[in-house]
């Protein structure tokens, strides 16, 4: 009988701790989950420039939607990485013939490097760049509207990736007003007109620096 007893004590004490680690368990499984709840980063000034710079590269290309599952085809990746170049680089070009320039491939890899952290697979002609011989040629364009993002919130995702909410503003060529101050601030003359949004993620890299992993237009 004694030994029945004992044997009984000690399942209900199996019992019990078995129990008790099934529950620390799931805690443990809610505390990871909460962990990688979106946390909203509070932006300094610099900060939010530096972003809001970062991001009008892609807004003033009008770069299309991807998401990290499809993943930038070489297709947009050139034509952002030309164009970007051309906005922001032209002394990368060089006049060829009658109203057109020429960049190297080498710079279009480097730019696709830096803003997606990836090169280009297969280079071929795009959109408003025609590809031949290790160049790409473009038809001189004047000035045009001047397109910028403003970052409106940030959020860490956690393992070094970000959520940012976007909008996309555009205003006349002349536009001589702070693209990073608060839209309320503008003239309402000229005052740049909200164009689109866009939820965007990003990773931070070792060296502090973003790369581009989704960017999804929402109007």
Not at 11 to 21: A, R
Not at 80 to 109: L, Q
Not at 137 to 166: C, H, M, R, W
Not at 208 to 219: A, D, F, M, P, S
Request: glycine share 6%; with cysteine; aromatic share 10%.
């Amino acid at each position: 009988m004694k030994k029945i007893k004992l044997l009984l004590a000690c399942t209900i004490i199996i019992s019990m701790f078995s129990c008790n680690s099934s529950t620390k368990k799931t805690d443990s499984e809610n505390k990871e989950i909460e962990k990688n709840e979106p946390v909203k980063v509070e932006l300094n000034t610099k900060e939010q420039k530096d972003l809001n710079l970062f991001f009008s590269n892609f807004a003033e290309v009008n770069l299309a939607s991807f998401t990290q599952e499809k993943g930038i085809g070489d297709a947009e990746l050139i034509r952002f990485a030309v164009m970007h170049n051309y906005i922001n680089n032209n002394k990368r070009f060089v006049s060829v013939g009658e109203n057109n320039s020429e960049i190297k491939k080498d710079f279009i890899d480097e730019s696709a490097k830096k803003y997606f952290g990836k090169s280009v697979s297969n280079h071929q002609s795009v959109d408003g760049a025609e590809y031949g011989n290790g160049f790409y040629t473009v038809p001189d364009a004047g000035g045009e509207a001047y397109t910028f993002a403003q970052v409106v919130n940030f959020s860490d995702l956690g393992d070094a990736d970000y959520k940012a909410e976007l909008k996309v503003y555009t205003a006349g060529s002349g536009w001589t007003g702070d693209a990073n101050a608060d839209p309320s601030k503008w003239s309402q003359d000229d005052a740049p007109a909200l164009s689109y949004k866009v939820n965007a993620v990003v990773t931070k890299t070792e060296n502090n620096k973003y790369i581009l992993k989704e960017y999804v237009r929402t109007k």
